[in-house]
Structures are given as C-alpha cells and as structure tokens.
C-alpha cells in the first residue's frame, strides 16, 4: 500500500518570502503521479501543482515548483514570493498508474503567511 | 479542468436521518469519487463511482452506510444514512480528467460541511 508522509504540521512565513514544504512516499510502483492541492479556509480543494514521475523535470506553476527526488522518494513544493492568499491547508498525493487511480493523500501542512 | 458543484453546501441534521449530497460536473467525466474530510483530519476515500456500475468501497465503508447513484456522466448523489455524531466532517466530491495520455487529475468540488447533533 502506498504512503503519504508530511512532517510538517504547521509553516508560517513572511509575505514576500520563500517556504518549502516537505512530503515523502512509500510505494513500489515505477509509474505514478503525485500532487500537491492546497485548501483555503473556504474549503475548495484546489490543484496547485502535479508531477508525472517519469518526467525528470521538476514541475513549476508560476511561484510554485517542485523538487521530486525519485530515488528518495520525496516531493517537495517550493512556494516563491509568498502572498498572503497562500495562507491555507496543503496537501501532498499520490496516485499510481494503475488500479483504481485513487488519491492518497498526507496529513497536510498549515501554512500561514504572515504580513 | 472540469467545474464541480455540490448540494448543499452545508447542513445540520439529526441524529438516526439520512442526507443525500449531489455532485454536478459540467463536462462528461468517467470516473467520480466520494471522500471525506473529518475535523482537522486529511482526506479519505469512501468509494469510487463509475458510471453504469456498482460503487466500490474502500475498507471501513459501506453501500448501508454510504449509498451511492451515478445515473449518467455528469452527476452523482453520495448518502449518508443513519447518521450519528460521528458522521460530522466535510464531504468532498471529485472527478477524474484525463489529460490525452497522461497525467490523471481529480478536481473536487467545493464540499458538503455536514453537523449531526
């Protein structure tokens, strides 16, 4: 079964800075996809970036990229030149390529822009 | 992407009914899914809803519990039936957009807040 893993419960940072959020995986498929969807307090799930693994390049969305370490089995998400709209609920997933495609997720980090 | 509504957006009900949430898609999706989200908790898969076929459960879920119609491409209702305290959490619909030959995306809607006192 695959795993999930944020260590990070809780973030905060200066407006204008630089975080990284961390997340780490467990699984023995080759073939996968993983994600990072952040939740505003209004709840709405929404996709902030995704990563083929069998691409070697990182993922980037305008402010927000990530460091996918395949053989550490890790996916970070850097969020640059922070705003305070970022403030929210992020989550780390992972779907394998096979099976029913469903969504594992982390535990999530709170991330809260300071102003 | 794809637009994903959801009725209602919140409710409190009491104990021993049920609530049947809708999720609306605007564009014809294969594959849909329930999950909940318990208080300050992540997000957990309650079954998956294809069209045409049966719901599959994962572990810990049942159809008793946690019925579940998919009558056509773009909409499905998921029900929580004799509810109890512990039935509170927030319930999120999703859908699967394939993108060509890659990646599988889910996109969720905004969410059903459910309170049983």
């Known amino acids: 079964a695959q795993t999930v893993t944020q260590s990070q419960p809780e973030m905060s940072v200066q407006e204008a800075e630089t975080v990284t959020l961390s997340c780490t995986y467990d699984?023995?498929?080759?073939?996968?996809?993983l994600f990072w969807y952040k939740q505003p307090p209004s709840r709405q799930m929404i996709l902030v970036i995704r990563q083929e693994a069998y691409k070697q390049q990182n993922a980037t969305e305008n402010r927000f990229s990530v460091n996918f370490q395949k053989a550490a089995k890790s996916f970070s998400l850097k969020i640059s030149d922070s705003q305070l709209g970022d403030t929210a609920m992020y989550f780390c997933a992972f779907t394998s390529n096979f099976g029913n495609e469903k969504l594992t997720f982390g535990t999530g980090t709170r991330l809260t822009i300071i102003p | 992407s794809a637009v994903i509504s959801q009725k209602p957006s919140r409710d409190i009900c009491q104990r021993g009914t049920s609530l049947t949430i809708q999720c609306q898609v605007d564009s014809q999706v294969t594959m849909m899914f329930w999950y909940r989200q318990q208080p300050g908790q992540s997000l957990t898969l309650i079954a998956t809803a294809n069209q045409g076929s049966e719901a599959t459960y994962e572990s810990g879920f049942v159809i008793d519990k946690f019925p579940i119609s998919r009558p056509n491409l773009t909409f499905s209702t998921l029900t929580v039936s004799n509810m109890s305290p512990e039935d509170s959490s927030i319930y999120l619909c999703s859908v699967e957009v394939i993108a060509g030959r890659s990646t599988d995306t889910q996109y969720f809607g905004p969410g059903t807040r459910l309170t049983v006192l």
């Open positions: 699984t023995s498929e080759n073939n996968y996809y």
